[in-house]
């Protein structure tokens, strides 16, 4: 089956340390990987995404996430956090055999600590 | 501003009422989609439009009606929802389906409604 973990409800981190948000994927084919924040009362934004190729990608306000095929997973970091990071962060993976299949994790909420 | 719009921003409705949510995109995008947010819960896709076709209903219950009439434009009817039906539902757009390549299934999302069933 496919789906999408993210192992924790929520991730406090002190102003300035470096954050991981974890993400777990279970997919047929070869998996289009993203992740997106929520803001308070807004919609998602994307932030990055991979496809193929380098297993860092580089995305939005200094985040990047790391591809690892052998563990399945697409972990979300920044090397120093800021407060203005605090949101709600999704992963989603897109289906590679069946492009109109998305699935979302149920969130990770980052506080991020003066 | 993401170019995605959703009227209304909040709508409670009674069990028997029939209501509908619009969405808007501004964006020149070919697909859309409907999402349904509920606490704790991942995101669940509900229904995928490209080119104004339906290409995604993902098992979701008839009381759920969406409507295309072009590629701005996406409703969601409803009628005689369920308490469990409370949510915020989200309307998202892209420039199309994955496998196009670049950033053509980056979704781009309204700031969504939230629906209160009583």
New interface residues.
């Given amino acids: 089956a496919q789906s999408v973990a993210q192992p924790e409800d929520q991730v406090n981190v002190a102003e300035g340390n470096p954050l991981t948000v974890k993400c777990t994927y279970s997919v047929s084919g070869n998996p289009y990987l993203f992740w997106y924040v929520q803001y308070p009362n807004r919609g998602l934004q994307f932030l990055l995404k991979y496809i193929t190729g380098d297993n860092l990608v580089k995305g939005s306000y200094g985040f990047e996430a790391e591809f690892n095929k052998s563990q399945t997973s697409f972990h979300l970091k920044k090397p120093s956090a800021l407060v203005s990071d605090s949101a709600l962060y999704f992963c989603a993976v897109r289906d590679g055999d069946n492009f109109n299949k998305f699935y979302f994790g149920s969130g990770t909420k980052l506080n991020v600590k003066p | 501003e993401?170019g995605?719009t959703?009227t209304p921003r909040h709508l409670v409705m009674g069990m028997t009422n029939k209501k509908s949510l619009k969405c808007e995109q501004h964006l020149g995008h070919n697909a859309m989609?409907w999402?349904k947010q509920s606490a704790?819960?991942?995101?669940?896709?509900m229904f995928?439009y490209n080119f104004k076709e339906q290409?995604?209903n993902n098992s979701v219950p008839s009381r759920f009606s969406p409507e295309c009439p072009n590629s701005s434009h996406l409703f969601l009817h409803l009628h005689t929802l369920q308490p469990e039906d409370s949510a915020l539902y989200?309307c998202?757009s892209s420039l199309g389906?994955?496998?196009a390549g670049g950033?053509t299934?980056?979704?781009?999302?309204?700031?969504?409604t939230r629906l209160t069933v009583l």
């Fill in positions: 993401t995605v959703q989609y999402y704790k819960k991942p995101l669940e896709l995928v290409t995604e989200l998202a389906l994955a496998g950033n299934d980056t979704q781009y999302f309204g700031p969504g």
